[in-house]
């Protein structure tokens, strides 16, 4: 009976380690799930705000946290790029050291405290935040690419309750997540970026093809030529009108027009033929100073009364005029416009 006795014994103490075991291996699948889902969501979207939602909302579950937030650097900010929780966050913070996640993008390295109201002579900035929003614990991740701190992942407690080594690992996971975000956004910019680059050389190739090819046909009629580079330039320029003007030395003519708006061709043609002068137009200023003219709003320029009242009656505000130049002497201009204000762009913006 003895042994009986000692058998039962044994069976009741490892009830509770069985139940622990079960514990451990729910939050595992929890945390795997929950990983799983992170890196899901980064190779299904280059929206690397949704990412930074899906770990923060993550990392404030499984690690137990009141909330959770996650900051970029931004020159010498830390900028709020997500947060979950009910304890408010800044949408910046210094990247000092007095204030802990500023201290962990810094220090390159954990930053975990217990009770941060009552370090007022370590984070003294920090102190004074964690009184004010009534939060206590927190704990600080650094999210580092090749060496450089990046950024932060901050989870905090209103309670006295530091948190786990195994919540402190997680956290990391979550770090190494969001790195990974930025790094797959940043590529994936990249890739849109060149291929935006080979789209435009792409057309800029087909257009001066065109424009050789229309040559190439009308060798002794310079009006076809004309007209596809006024077409052309309207197209790659971003503007909904444009025009070609020839310089004869003493006076700018209007040779060809692309896409005027109803009504206005007949008086953008009686402008012409004009001086070369400065305040004449952004045309004549650009033949006249032999220099690239960008007039984000005609409003603002200082053009004569009759331009001013010309450009309002043909619904043109931004005006880009490129002069055309051989042997160092202005023979005429290409210029674009467009009826709302604002500037032109180059294609490296």
Do not use: W
Not at 260 to 279: D, H, N, V
């Amino acid at each position: 009976m003895p042994s009986e006795v000692s058998l039962a014994g044994a069976h009741d103490d490892r009830e509770p380690k069985l139940e622990e075991l079960k514990q451990e291996l729910a939050e595992a699948r929890e945390q795997q799930a929950a990983t799983a889902e992170i890196l899901r969501v980064i190779s299904s979207s280059p929206d690397l705000q949704r990412v930074f939602a899906e770990i923060a909302a993550s990392a404030a579950r499984l690690c137990d946290a009141y909330d959770a937030g996650i900051f970029q650097v931004e020159g010498d900010l830390l900028r709020q790029a997500t947060h979950h929780g009910s304890i408010s966050f800044p949408d910046t913070l210094p990247l000092t050291r007095e204030v802990s996640p500023g201290r962990a993008v810094l220090d390159r390295r954990t930053v975990h405290i217990a009770d941060l109201q009552a370090e007022a002579d370590d984070f003294p900035d920090g102190s004074v935040r964690a009184r004010h929003l009534g939060f206590r614990t927190i704990l600080n991740v650094p999210l580092i690419r090749a060496g450089d701190a990046m950024g932060v992942i901050s989870i905090r407690r209103t309670d006295v309750r530091p948190f786990t080594d195994r919540q402190v690992d997680l956290l990391k996971t979550f770090a190494d997540q969001a790195v990974i975000a930025i790094e797959n956004t940043r590529l994936f910019e990249a890739e849109q970026a060149s291929r935006r680059g080979l789209q435009e050389s792409l057309e800029y190739q087909t257009a001066i093809s065109d424009v050789l090819n229309v040559i190439s046909r009308s060798p002794n009629d310079l009006q076809p030529v004309f007209d596809i580079i006024a077409q052309s330039a309207s197209r790659l320029c971003g503007g909904e009108y444009s025009i070609v003007t020839r310089y004869d030395g003493l006076l700018v003519h209007l040779v060809a027009q692309h896409n005027p708006r109803p009504g206005t061709a007949q008086i953008t043609a009686s402008l012409y033929p004009l001086p070369a002068e400065p305040t004449a137009s952004p045309t004549s200023r650009a033949i006249a100073t032999i220099s690239v003219v960008h007039v984000p709003d005609v409003e603002l320029e200082d053009l004569s009364p009759a331009s001013l009242e010309l450009y309002r009656r043909i619904a043109a505000r931004a005006i880009l005029a490129v002069p055309m130049v051989h042997k160092g002497r202005p023979i005429g201009a290409v210029s674009v416009s467009r009826a709302s204000p604002g500037p032109f762009f180059t294609p490296s913006d």
